[in-house]
């Protein structure tokens, strides 16, 4: 026996004799997924919309020192940004606990414990950045002032997290600043206190001013032995001895600017005081000019004070900013949240869509029916091929 094929006219065939299991099915499909749609409860949906936070360019150290070098900032991703502290905020568990501690939502949802109240409260709540790149908050409730209040007060307990924190984060950085400029205090002054003594040592006022000073009297020193030098020679060669009484006065005045040269190159750190080429003692009262040979050295240690003091000087004075700022910081009220849509109350329902779910109930429904009446005539005709079989061998 030849097997029997189903063609297209079959098909047909089968569907119109299965047109009123069809057309039923489909009617109590949609009919049932009506009334199921009744049994569900509004569902009203409150938005806010928020302006991201702008993002801080000063820094604490180091921060604050390469804002100013000519270089690119550096950005590890993209993730971390002010915009996805807040979102995160706004999901954290923390906000979240105090939704369900400020609206009684173990009650109003029926949980069983905390646990599940914030996970029916996360699907409730839906946080995310719009293309514009502000900030999306929704929250969903069957009490359409419920959900608006507790979208407004999703945004004050952001603001309070935000204040919270900051100030913590400003308290501490309070508390080391001033020990820190404390400390930093102590070595100003012991900085100010070593310049004063290697200023009493050295008779170091300013040492380029000093310098400059003792480089013109030199020269004039040396100028005036020059010409006390020719003028001796002059009174030799003029024939007078060097015992006579106007040699002597001029090698008089010669060994008295000597004893000035001296003077000014050696200074008076020597208490037996200095000699001249004869080996006679030269005294002198103290001395206000830095002596020559000196000079380089005296500069240089006179500037790595200086340097220091410049640098203690410049670290206390940023240590005051940084500590008005986080005094400022630490009291501030100031809300760190701008609202661009606040919560209004919702007019019309979020959900179900009650059209939708007959619809999409009569489109299954249709297809199982279909479905239901070819599978029982492709069955009911494989059941008569197979009893044709069955005959067939019992005749033979």
Not at 25 to 45: V, W
Not at 182 to 199: C, T
Not at 246 to 270: C, H, M, P, Y
Not at 354 to 379: E, K, P, Q
Request: aromatic fraction near 6%; charged fraction near 25%; glycine fraction near 6%.
């Amino acid at each position: 026996m030849e097997k029997k094929e189903v063609n297209v006219l079959d098909l047909l065939a089968a569907l119109n004799t299965g047109k009123r299991l069809i057309i039923s099915g489909t009617l109590i499909i949609c009919l049932l997924a009506a009334g199921f749609s009744l049994l569900l409860p509004d569902i009203y949906e409150a938005h806010v919309q928020l302006l991201p936070p702008k993002e801080k360019t000063q820094g604490f150290g180091f921060a604050d020192l390469l804002a100013d070098l000519p270089i690119p900032s550096l950005r590890l991703g993209e993730k971390g940004t002010p915009a996805d502290i807040f979102i995160a905020t706004l999901k954290s568990e923390t906000l979240r606990r105090s939704m369900i501690d400020r609206f009684s939502l173990l009650e109003v949802y029926e949980a069983k414990n905390v646990t599940e109240t914030l996970e029916i409260l996360s699907g409730n709540t839906i946080v995310d950045k719009t293309e514009d790149g502000t900030i999306s908050l929704s929250v969903r409730d069957t009490d359409p002032k419920r959900a608006m209040n507790m979208a407004s007060t999703c945004i004050v307990l952001l603001d309070s997290i935000n204040k919270g924190l900051t100030q913590t984060s400003a308290k501490n950085r309070y508390g080391f600043i001033t020990s820190l400029k404390k400390v930093e205090e102590k070595k100003l002054a012991d900085v100010r206190l070593n310049l004063q003594h290697f200023q009493e040592d050295h008779n170091a006022i300013s040492i380029e001013n000093q310098a400059r000073a003792i480089i013109g009297v030199a020269g004039e020193v040396q100028f005036q032995l020059m010409e006390l030098t020719v003028m001796r020679n002059s009174l030799i060669n003029s024939g007078l001895s060097p015992k006579h009484p106007q040699v002597k006065e001029v090698d008089r005045q010669i060994t008295e600017w000597q004893k000035a040269l001296i003077f000014l190159k050696n200074g008076s750190a020597d208490k037996d005081g200095l000699q001249d080429k004869t080996g006679q003692q030269l005294e002198f009262q103290e001395n206000l000019f830095l002596p020559l040979g000196s000079i380089p050295e005296v500069a240089l240690e006179y500037a790595t004070i200086e340097t220091d003091l410049v640098v203690q000087g410049a670290l206390i004075k940023l240590l005051l900013q940084k500590e008005a700022e986080s005094l400022i910081e630490s009291t501030n009220n100031t809300s760190t949240v701008q609202v661009l849509d606040k919560a209004t109350l919702p007019e019309e329902k979020a959900s179900p869509h009650r059209s939708l779910i007959v619809f999409m109930a009569g489109v299954i429904g249709l297809f199982g029916t279909v479905v239901y009446v070819l599978a029982s005539v492709y069955v009911g005709a494989l059941k008569t091929e197979w009893q044709a079989r069955e005959e067939a061998q019992q005749e033979s």
